[in-house]
């Protein structure tokens, strides 16, 4: 199923929704505000085969967008 991260920008609440109209407004759960914006959800760590990769965790600049 196709579920998108938001983030409200009124409140700043990040969630999840499930989304089968592309054309319907998202609602904040928290405010009620349609003002949301859509996240990309491109947050997936490659670890190479053979053990965990701690150096990845270090790295992970994932989420951290100033914008
Ligand atoms: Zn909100």
Redesign the pocket.
Known sequence: MPIYEYV?K????EFEELVFNAEEPVV?P????TE?EKLMSACATKVDGGGPNLDALHGSSCGSGGG
């Open positions: 409200c009124q409140c700043g609440r904040c928290k405010c009620g505000s949301t």
